[in-house]
């Protein structure tokens, strides 16, 4: 597939993240709301380029756009194995690897700093795929966030206490109060990818 420019990456993105959260592709209006453009023709040219480079099909019709095969899993930005780190959720770049090799799939990959998690093979400059999903069990290895904050612990939860465990005992577990603190678990680990 040809390279993209920014602005056609961009494009590509909106139209992947609606596609995941809406499970429907954007109309020409919303992509052109969604890039700042006053008439439907910009958006229209960005979607031809990327017609033309192989990322995807348009249809006849307001939502007709279909995304060919899968360019990678993305990288969306970093995650805190030590204390919680701001995330970002901006693409950095795409690992071109299929979706399908990890079970359950994985949706995103982000790039883990510190050592918290190392006795179980987690390392600094790792990159953790992630199931996005908001559930977990007991004892699964979580991407969590506290606030505005993302770590990637062992989840335990009793009652209103959830406690994230590192693997690595130079790390202190952090506790979480679920009636004082915003809690929310993000993904599950689904497998590992050292560079």
């Known amino acids: 597939m040809q ?10 993105d909106y139209v992947r993240e609606s596609l995941q959260e809406r499970q429907m592709p954007p109309t020409m209006r919303e992509i052109a709301e969604y890039m700042g453009y006053r008439s439907d023709n910009a958006a229209y040219q960005h979607l031809s380029a990327l017609k033309r480079k192989g990322y995807i099909e348009m ?3 307001s939502r007709g756009i279909t995304l060919l095969e899968e360019s990678g899993i993305p990288i969306v930005g970093k995650v805190a194995a030590g204390a919680p780190l701001l995330a ?22 982000l790039r883990v700093e510190g050592m918290s ?39 335990r939860q ?31 680990m689904v497998g590992l990818i050292r560079q």
């Open 3 to 12: 390279e993209l420019t920014d602005i056609q990456r961009q494009v590509l």
């Open 59 to 61: 249809g006849g019709h």
């Open 88 to 109: 970002t959720e901006n693409i950095e770049t795409y690992v071109d690897i299929a979706h399908t090799v990890f079970h359950p799939q994985a949706h995103y990959l």
């Open 117 to 155: 998690m190392c006795d179980v093979g987690i390392l600094d400059g790792d990159l953790l795929a992630v199931h996005k999903t908001s559930v977990a069990e007991t004892n699964q290895i979580v991407v969590a966030r506290i606030d505005e904050e993302v770590t990637v612990k062992r989840f």
């Open 158 to 188: 009793r009652g209103n206490i959830v406690t994230l465990l590192p693997e690595n005992a130079d790390f202190e577990p952090i506790r979480v109060d679920l009636r004082e603190e915003f809690f929310a678990i993000e993904g599950l």
